[in-house]
Nanobody, 116 residues
């Protein structure tokens, strides 16, 4: 079984930065994809960015050039560096790991609030 623990959320002013971290532990089979999703109040959960075992990245159009996803393979950790934050970036951010069999594990989520 895989466990994901997120950290790094908080309250920040518009234009500011935050870095989220997600540590995976347990029975992790490679290759796997790790990603960040977010859910704003009253909206569906959406992909923010993901990164494959090979380092290929994928971003939502709304965060391109502002957010950067990266991995530290030795620590089974994925990061999301968020710069130039906007009010619309507010939401609960979830980490997800997809194993080679297509099974998804989600973290508990971390709140990001961007204020004006």
């Amino acid at each position: 079984q895989v466990q994901l623990v997120e950290s790094g959320g908080g309250l920040v002013q518009a234009g500011g930065s935050l870095r989220l971290s997600c540590v995976a532990s347990g029975s992790i089979f490679s290759p796997y994809v790790m990603g960040w999703y977010r859910q704003a109040p009253g909206k569906q959960r959406e992909l923010v960015a993901d990164i494959s075992s090979g380092g290929s990245t994928n971003y939502a159009d709304s965060v391109k050039s502002r957010f950067t996803i990266s991995r530290e393979y030795s620590k089974n950790t994925v990061y999301l560096q968020m710069n130039s934050l906007k009010l619309e970036d507010t939401g609960v951010y979830y980490c997800k790991l997809r194993n080679p069999y297509g099974d998804d594990t989600w973290g508990q989520g971390t709140q990001v609030t961007v204020s004006s």
